[in-house]
Structures are given as C-alpha cells and as structure tokens.
C-alpha cells in the first residue's frame, strides 16, 4: 500500500500564503531538530528531516510551488522526484548559522584566501574618581598578537616553505558520509589551508605570531563614568590574510569618591548642620573638587533639604557646560549636653509650641495611600 506524503505546508507548520523568509524560518527549526547530526541512529529524525527538506526545495522553488498549489503531489511526478541534498543549492544558508558547520559548504582553500578582520581587545583600566572628572591621559601595555617579524606572520622558516597535507590532499577538507548527506569538514590537520609547514619558525614555533605587550596612550575626557567604553581604532589582534587589524576597546572602571556621590552630571553629597544653625540660618563651606565654595542656609533650615552650587559638578564628555554640586542638609541633634547647654535648651524649649499632635498627611500621601 502506497505512504501518502502529508502536505508540504503542513509538514513545515506554516500557512498556504508564506512567504520566501517564513518557509526559510520553519525549515531551519525543523531541520535544527531533527538533522542526524544531532539525531544520530534515529530513523525517524532522519525521516522527518528528509520531510522538511523535500517540503522546503518544493515551496522555495516558484515552479514547484504553483504546480503543487494546483494538483497537489501528483502536480510534481517527474519533477520533485525524492530530495537530492546534493542539489540544494542554499543548504549551507540554510543549516550554517544552526549547526556551526557552515564551513562544509564550499572550498577551505577560497576561505583561507579571504581577507578577514582581527578580533576586537578589552582592556579594563581603573582611574580615580577626579581623574574621571577632569580627564587625563593614560599609558598602558595591551597584550596582543603580532606578526612574527622572523617568518612575516607565515609560521615557516625563512627558505623552507610548506608542502601539501597528507591528510586532506592540498584540498583544506575532508569528506564524510552521514546517512544520505556527504558531509564535508574542514580538514583537522592543516586547519583548511591545505598545506603544513615543513620546518616551523624557530621565533614562533609554527604560530606566525607572537604574543607581545605593545605600550599605547589613551586619552581620557573630562567627564567620563564608570563603564565608559574607549576605542582605538586598529590596535586589536591582527587581520587574517591581510585583512585590518581588530579594535581595543579600553573599559574604564571609577573607583568612588569618599563623599560625593555622582548622578549623572551631578555630585551630591551630605552636610551636617547643628539645630542652632539650621533655626537660625548659617554660611557654611562646602567642599568641591575644585576647592571650597561658600554656601548660606536660611534660618528655619530642615532636614534633608537641598541648595545647589551651579557648575561645580562634572563637565558633560564632548560638550558644554558643568552640572551642579547638590548639598543635602543633615541636621544634627547633640547626643550628650552639658548643663549650660541643657538649661539654655530648656529655656528655649519652654517658649516654643508645644503642641505634640500628630501631623495631618498631605495631598502627595492621600492619594498614595488610596492607590496603595
């Protein structure tokens, strides 16, 4: 008794109108499922897979697709056939990004022939907090790769050359054959160039590069935070091929101030204040980075409330201006009195209100409690 093929649309759970990517997209999740490579000795898997795939290379293809949306299976006798993986063209688009072997599709040797860029550095640097604030400049040592000047980055002893790998034939791959696909891996001996080197560098021993500290200067602006990241521009690894060398991102971590307190372009920091100057008002000296700067409280000052110093904060990195120091005022009530003290506060005591009620809540704290 004949096996009657389910629908294609069916098979790849999308809808009769999807499109180009929509079919690209259920394909590859099926095919990430159920592909031998991660079904291995799994009939089923393989049939499933062998499934999406024929369901796949008819709804791709224009042809097919309308033949089979106007008679179905019988629409496509002598020109679907059974699915041929050696015909399919986009398999490597299809299963690449996926599986991590994109690079079984097409030829090691027009990879190694391909100029590539280097990997991008980090470089984490701790600065003080004021150094953050107003800017420096920086020399550290990055450890990287460079070209080994002895081979020029060939890995070879000057004169010696490379002959054709043994393993692979000069090819840079090896074929495998799993279940109905033929698999092509890049070859584990030459790394896919093809070639080993007869007599390695005796300066890198075969690498082509050696591992050195190259000295560099940053130049820090005024006003970076902590997680600042800097780029130079051309100072990571080196490029493959003659490809262009990597990016070094220096990441800046600021250690913290002993009382201010950054908030963005702000610096705020806590001033305490004795109940006398806080009633009767006071001109205090508030610290900045910079130096001191006189600041006057007025009398009846309370606790927790805020003045401002205008421009004495962070300069904005790459632009004008300064934010501001924010001073919070900390009234202090004394712990321990001696008697002139206690009789002169009884005495004031006595010609202050004293009526101790609870304080009716504001408009703010009504309408928080009822939402609460």
């Known amino acids: 008794m004949p096996v009657t093929k389910r629908d294609y649309y069916e098979v790849l759970g999308v809808g009769r109108d999807a499109d180009e990517q929509q079919l690209k997209s259920a394909y590859r999740k099926l095919a990430l499922q159920y592909h031998p490579d991660r079904n291995p000795n799994n009939h089923e898997a393989e049939e499933k897979f062998k499934e999406a795939a024929e369901a796949y290379g008819v709804l791709s293809d224009p042809q097919k697709r309308a033949a089979y949306d106007r008679y179905g299976h019988q629409g496509l006798q002598g020109a679907a056939g059974g699915f041929d993986p050696n015909a399919f063209t986009d398999l490597s688009d299809i299963l690449g990004d996926f599986f991590g072997f994109g690079d079984m599709f097409g030829s090691p040797r027009q990879r190694r022939q391909r100029a590539q860029r280097g990997d991008d550095l980090r470089y984490d640097l701790a600065i003080e907090f004021e150094q953050a604030v ?25 004169g010696s050359g490379a002959q054709p790998c043994p393993t692979c034939r000069g090819r840079g791959e090896v074929i495998y054959q799993q279940g109905f696909l033929s698999v092509r891996r890049t070859c584990s001996q030459c790394q896919g160039q093809g070639e080993i080197i007869r007599k390695p560098c005796t300066e890198c021993r075969g690498e082509g590069y050696k591992r050195v500290e190259r000295k560099l200067k940053v130049n820090i602006p ?40 950054r908030r963005e ?48 904060g962070v300069p904005h990195v790459n632009g004008h201006g300064k934010g501001d120091v924010v001073v919070h005022i900390d009234v202090k009530v004394p712990l321990k009195l001696t008697r002139q003290q206690r009789e002169l506060l009884e005495k004031l005591r006595d010609t202050l209100p004293s009526e101790n009620e609870p304080q009716e809540k504001g408009l703010f704290e009504k309408v928080k409690d009822y939402f609460l």
């Open 222 to 261: 005024a006003g970076v935070d902590n997680g600042t990241r800097l780029r130079l521009s051309h100072e990571g690894q080196p490029g493959i091929n003659g490809g262009p060398p990597g990016d070094l991102y220096v990441v800046l971590k600021v250690k913290e101030h002993p009382f201010f307190d």
């Open 134 to 158: 107003f800017g420096m400049t920086a020399d550290i040592l990055v450890p990287r790769l460079e070209a080994c000047a002895r081979c020029n980055g060939k890995g070879a002893e000057p």
């Open 265 to 312: 372009n702000d610096l705020h920091c806590v001033i305490p204040v004795n109940i006398g100057q806080a009633a009767l008002g006071a001109e205090l000296e508030i610290p900045t980075l910079k130096g001191t700067e006189k600041l006057k409280i007025p009398e009846g000052t309370q606790s927790g409330a805020q003045f401002r110093l205008r421009h004495e």
